[in-house]
């Protein structure tokens, strides 16, 4: 017991010990510059309206019904505050305030619809719930600023729990991207990856090899060592530097191939995290200033039990729940079961056709209900291949004719889905009566398990002789 | 290497690639190649050559609809604009499901330059406002009628203006054109209406074959070419790839609007609640072409896919190995065509005698579209119609 206690002192200690803030002065800065760049985009593409105005309606996260829906406009004024958020947070002023709000601001756009939902969006706001809990305003910023033109004593110094933290955070993300790959798909068919490739051998200079279906195999096999294994890679010094180069280079072809958004600049931000905390101060000498705090004794503090268990138990939380979709057995990438919230990024290609069949009492025939009678073109498309989200609609679908008055209401569905280019099959039970069927976290029967067999195999198509172009 | 050098030079290279993301592409290879054959032969033997046939037709319809103002009480020159009409609609119905450029909304179609509305603008059809136009004068000539709204001058226009004998008004009795008593004075002296509206269908068949001329110019002028170079050259399409989703977009509307629209509801398979069928959802409400109208959307689809005597969609999926999906979708096409070519007479006639007559159409027809929405686009990795152009992860 007593040593257990020393050794609860000793890691709090560590965790407590001053650290130079250079690096997560430049993370916050970098984090608000992002979010920045994030909001404009959605303002700039007409995002807001047409992913969360133009539904009229929205798909929920399982426990989230009680989200309210922001009338038309609103959204557009929540990303013009997160823009300036993002702003304060950049520069340092009332960083804390500005975080928090920036994080609840960020997390309710992302609660609205469940169509909107991208893995770094969550990320974002994982960032920023950890960033409330840091003093990141404290050193270079503007709130530093002005205490020391008022005349007050800095503010306590970082710590190095922070860096640690969001360390976590990222390789939470890696490692986790990585075992979504350890499919047959991705490691032996090479798909989706050679779906994506074949579409885009128009990539200046090295776009006529992605036609090749050995160059989707070892690109899928490089994505996937990559995402498990660059955050031990950053954290060894030796491995640092060039590993952060083969960072930049997956990044960027990231970035160059697929419509995935911040998601690379974010990530390659992120990663400086893994660096000694002090690379600011060598990159840009003395714009940044002296080292302070780092060289201060350390104020011994006491262990505060509760706070560290609370943090351990998220960071458990973390790890644990990406692994949920084991539980229910299956391919998680068809029943979907366990696919949010564990970093399964671009690792399926999906698409479905979907009509429900309602029937109530009276009615001789069953009718179709076809989904854009209720869904945007972008709701449907997401709808299409995720199964909650079908059963979401058909309660809507329900709902809606119960009170036009109809009675005992049945919807039933006519769910098809192709998985990386297989052959379309059903994904739900045609006869399940969706509307008597509750949502929920528990093993979905109502669910066809995934069609078997390998994934298409694309080819190149034979050249064209030149006079036939 | 010095850190921050180390750093400059990655930043520097990270900037490099993603700019080269924005350039110009390369698309040459096999597969750019192959989908640019696709794309001329799409424009070659599949909607130029019904283009041509369009403005013939239009030319006739203009003919026609001309020899009827100058007769308006002559029932042979009427039927003779009927005819006509009936020839430029089935031409018509089966471009409706090959908009791609030109005939697409400006905006929200590369190449788009609206005319497709101008040509025929239904379902935004409003009787009511082609018969207030009816009793204006604006309407006698083309020139008076060129500036009102498309839902009054195409030939969804036309088609209550040739087909509609009796002299009654569609609006109702709330409307001013009846509490002003207008239609009423006009309907006082026999065969005025029937004058007003032969005069009047000649201007808008002017005006339709001014659009027709100006799409075929369109196409044939240029746009033909951007298709038939896209990711080469062309300045409307950046890949390949885009001007392949164009095409696969406008096939599209076969599920959209033909099957979820113009079968389902007067069917009553869908957005029919209150009865058996909704007949009087129908497409075509004055000439009972609706059928027709099907048939030509399917057949438009069918030659949009196999791209005519040239290479098709069938073919590329069969180059890029996907000839399992190919001859699934052949087989869907064969086991379709003669369910959907063996509708006849009218729509209301058909579920008066089967309510349940259009279904195997309707099954049909879906078996075909679903193949295209679920395994078409994942194998050429296409968007689908209107999707918002979002961040994807």
Not at chain 1, 169 to 180: C, D, G, K, P, S
Not at chain 1, 400 to 422: F, K, P, T
Request: net charge negative.
């Amino acid at each position: 017991m007593e040593s257990e206690a020393t050794g609860m002192r000793a890691l709090w200690a560590r965790g407590h010990a001053p650290v130079d803030p250079a690096s997560l002065v430049a993370f916050r800065v970098a984090f608000g510059l992002l979010g920045m760049v994030s909001a404009e985009r959605f303002l700039s593409f007409g995002w807001d309206e047409r992913l969360f105005d133009a539904p009229s309606f929205h798909f929920r996260y399982y426990g989230f019904g009680w989200v309210p829906t922001p009338p038309d406009g609103v959204v557009t004024g929540l990303f013009v505050a997160i823009l300036a958020l993002g702003s304060l947070i950049a520069f340092g002023l009332v960083t804390r305030l500005a975080t928090v709000l920036f994080a609840v601001l960020f997390t309710y756009v992302q609660l609205i619809d469940v169509t909107t939902y991208l893995n770094h969006y969550v990320l974002v706001s994982l960032l920023a719930f950890w960033m409330c809990l840091m003093p990141l305003g404290a050193r270079g910023s503007l709130d530093a600023w002005i205490r020391a033109r008022r005349g007050r004593p800095p503010r306590p110094p970082l710590r190095a729990w922070m860096l640690w933290a969001l360390r976590f955070q990222v390789a939470v993300v890696y490692v986790n991207a990585a075992l979504a790959k350890a499919t047959g798909d991705w490691l032996l068919h090479g798909q989706p990856m050679g779906i994506w490739l074949a579409a885009r051998t128009d990539t200046p200079l090295v776009g006529d090899l992605f036609a090749h279906h050995e160059v989707a195999l070892v690109l899928g096999w490089a994505g996937f060592l990559y995402d498990l294994t660059i955050p031990l890679w950053l954290s060894l010094r030796r491995t640092r530097v060039p590993a952060y180069t083969l960072l930049l280079v997956f990044h960027g072809m990231t970035a160059v191939l697929f419509d995935i958004g911040m998601f690379p600049w974010i990530m390659t931000a992120a990663a400086t995290i893994f660096f000694e905390p002090a690379w600011p101060r060598r990159l840009l000498g003395r714009l940044v200033g002296p080292r302070d705090e780092a060289s201060r004794p350390i104020e011994p503090t006491r262990p505060r039990r509760g706070l560290a268990v609370t943090l351990a138990i998220f960071a458990l939380l973390q790890v644990l729940w990406p692994l949920r979709a084991h539980a229910y057995g299956g391919n998680v990438l068809w029943h979907e079961q366990g696919m949010r919230f564990s970093w399964r990024v671009l690792c399926r290609e999906k698409n479905g056709s979907i009509r429900y069949r309602v029937r109530w009492t009276g009615s001789e025939r069953e009718r179709y209900v076809f989904p854009q009678r209720y869904l945007t073109d972008h709701q449907e498309r997401e709808m299409a291949g995720q199964p909650d989200l079908v059963l979401q609609l058909a309660h809507h679908v329900a709902a809606d004719h119960r009170a036009r008055g109809y009675e005992d209401v049945e919807v039933r569905v006519d769910a098809w889905v192709s998985l990386n280019g297989r052959r379309m099959a059903r994904m739900i039970d045609p006869d399940v009566d969706l509307s008597r069927v509750p949502d929920g976290l528990g093993k979905a029967s109502w669910i066809l398990p995934a069609p078997g067999g390998a994934p298409i195999r694309l080819q190149r198509p034979p050249r064209v002789a030149e006079d036939e172009r | 290497m010095r850190f921050s050098s180390f750093f400059l030079l990655a930043a520097s290279g990270l900037t490099l690639a993603s700019c080269s993301g924005d350039g110009a592409p390369s698309d040459t290879g096999p597969e750019a190649d192959a989908r640019r054959q696709v794309l001329a032969a799409f424009a070659d033997d599949v909607v130029v050559p019904r283009l041509a046939r369009f403005r013939g037709d239009a030319a006739a319809l203009e003919t026609a609809a001309q020899a009827w103002a100058a007769a308006p009480a002559d029932a042979t020159a009427r039927g003779a604009a009927q005819a006509a009409f009936v020839d430029a609609m089935d031409t018509w119905q089966e471009l409706e499901v090959l908009q791609v450029g030109p005939a697409g909304t400006t905006g929200d179609i590369e190449g788009g330059q609206g005319l497709r509305d101008e040509i025929y603008s239904w379902p935004t059809t409003n009787a009511c406002r082609v018969d207030q136009e009816t009793i204006e004068d604006a309407a006698a000539t083309p020139d008076g009628l060129r500036s009102e709204l498309v839902n009054v001058r195409g030939l969804d226009a036309l088609e209550r203006l040739l087909f509609v004998v009796d002299e009654t008004t569609a609006c109702p009795s709330s409307s001013p054109l009846i509490l002003d008593g207008l239609w009423e004075a006009v309907a006082a002296t026999p065969g005025d209406v029937t004058a007003r509206r032969a005069s009047y269908a000649a201007s808008a068949a002017t005006l339709v074959r001014e659009r027709a001329e100006e799409l075929e110019a369109a196409w044939t002028g240029g746009f033909r070419d951007e298709l038939a170079t896209a990711g080469a050259g062309s300045v409307v399409y950046r890949t390949s790839l885009d001007a392949l989703n164009g095409v696969s977009d406008a096939l599209f509307y076969l599920e959209g609007i033909t099957v979820n629209v113009k079968i389902a509801e007067p069917a009553g398979l869908s957005g029919c609640e209150t009865a058996d069928t909704c007949p009087e959802a129908r497409e075509s409400l004055f000439a009972d072409r609706s059928l027709a109208n099907i048939q030509a959307n399917y057949r438009g689809y069918v030659a949009g896919f196999r791209g005519g005597e040239g290479m098709g969609l069938d073919q590329l999926l069969r180059d890029v190995g996907a000839s399992d999906l190919a001859d699934r979708m052949d087989a869907a096409i064969v086991t379709a065509d003669p369910v959907v070519e063996g509708l006849s007479g009218t729509l209301p006639a058909l579920l008066e005698a089967d309510p349940q007559g259009l279904d195997p159409a309707f099954n049909a027809i879906q078996d075909v579209v679903r193949l295209q929405r679920t395994e078409l686009v994942s194998v050429f990795n296409l968007r689908l119609p209107q999707s918002v152009a979002a961040d994807n992860d």
